[in-house]
């Protein structure tokens, strides 16, 4: 029964952190995620990573963007896709660079440099999503750039990863090919099953004599995407997100929405807030205290201005174009993905993973308030 203690310190503190952030001027998630790292092994060890810890997180942060597609304005989303797509590839190409700089300053093999590349490159934008819907931002012109530009970002970080798996990593080859083909299946699939599949099975579902039976209907859609983008070698998130895409087309969204984020907010998305602080362990971390210093500062600033390059360049202002470059900035579950994927393979050297954790974890802990002090300049956002 451990976990039944683990849930209720976490619930109790994620609130109580959630609220202390929130009268301090900062976003509630900030709190939420300093908790982890208390409660975890870095500092009082009250809660350790487990197989409990894993599933409720993985749920919890399907369930946020999810309901981040169901808040979504898919015509703001449209209208924006040439600047997500350049935000992307700008919050790639310079954090790229970067993390290889930093590979070869401290003399890293060819391929491991790459690799610090490639875990910089990454983005996960659910952070950035929860501090966007605390704000009401989700659905400005901003808001939907970042959101677009993190599903552009996973495709292009695993198409990296695999390409340098297949000439570098210890294991099995990579078919790039395949993996591209993959890809594009997954938003033809998406695309045809959200447009006409997902309405009808919601139709058919809604009038069943059970309880909750449209909630039913729109967690068993949401985990069906969430599944079938893994198997095509996307995040599941992306998948969780498409599915609130579709659902937010049909009447039962406000339904949804409502029903739904009860269930998310009371129970796993703050599981998911407090499972990124407990990678967290300073063991061994003093005699890299440089590398983690320099590498956390080259991964904030790459994707902050390459982000926000890439928004300049398709006619946002100065102050939206670092909107934007703020909420690229933190890695979160991706980074740890690849990291731990890395290691597998041999791309990321043992002595290093804790120190690049470290630097996932600070990025991530670094978007909230950023992104909240870059909303509170007095120009008005969204300008060309």
Not at 72 to 90: C, H, I
Not at 222 to 242: H, L, R
Request: net charge neutral.
């Amino acid at each position: 029964m451990e976990f039944v203690l683990y849930l209720m310190l976490i619930i109790l503190f994620t609130k109580l952190a959630g609220d202390l952030s929130v009268r301090l001027g900062q976003p509630s998630v900030l709190g939420k995620l300093i908790v982890g790292i208390i409660l975890g092994p870095a500092v009082l060890g009250w809660i350790q990573n487990g197989e409990f810890i894993h599933y409720f997180s993985e749920i919890g942060v399907l369930l946020l963007m999810f309901i981040a597609g169901l808040e979504t304005d898919l015509d703001q989303l449209r209208k924006n896709w040439k600047s997500a797509f350049a935000v992307a590839v700008g919050g790639i190409i310079l954090p790229f660079l970067g993390g290889f700089a930093i590979g070869e300053m401290f003399g890293f093999a060819y391929h491991n440099a790459m690799f610090m590349g490639v875990i910089l490159s990454a983005t996960s934008v659910s952070i950035s999503v929860q501090v966007l819907k605390d704000m009401n931002k989700l659905n400005t012109r901003e808001g939907s750039t970042i959101l677009g530009a993190a599903v552009v970002d996973d495709i292009l970080v695993v198409i990296l990863l695999a390409v340098l798996m297949s000439f570098f990593g210890t294991g099995e080859s990579v078919s790039i090919g395949l993996l591209i083909t993959k890809k594009v299946l997954f938003f033809a699939v998406a695309l045809v099953v959200g447009w006409f599949v997902v309405p009808r099975v919601m139709k058919w579902m809604a009038p069943l004599k059970v309880t909750e039976a449209v909630i039913a209907a729109a967690l068993m859609i949401c985990f069906a995407f969430a599944y079938f983008a893994e198997i095509m070698g996307m995040a599941g998130i992306i998948g969780a997100f498409a599915a609130g895409i579709a659902i937010s087309q049909t009447s039962f969204k406000h339904t949804v929405e409502s029903k739904l984020e009860p269930i998310a907010y009371s129970i796993f998305v703050p599981v998911f807030f407090v499972s990124i602080g407990l990678n967290v362990s300073f063991e061994g971390v003093g005699s890299q205290l440089g590398f983690v210093l320099l590498l956390t500062v080259i991964a904030i600033l790459t994707k902050l201005f390459g982000g926000g390059l890439g928004a300049r360049l398709t006619g946002f202002n100065n102050h939206s174009s670092l909107i934007i470059g703020s909420g690229m900035i933190s890695r979160g579950e991706v980074a740890l993905i690849i990291a731990a994927t890395g290691l597998q393979s041999g791309l990321l050297q043992q002595q290093y993973f804790t120190s690049v954790i470290i630097v996932v974890i600070v990025t991530t802990l670094v978007t909230p308030p950023l992104l909240k002090f870059m909303f509170r300049d007095p120009v008005r956002a969204g300008g060309k």
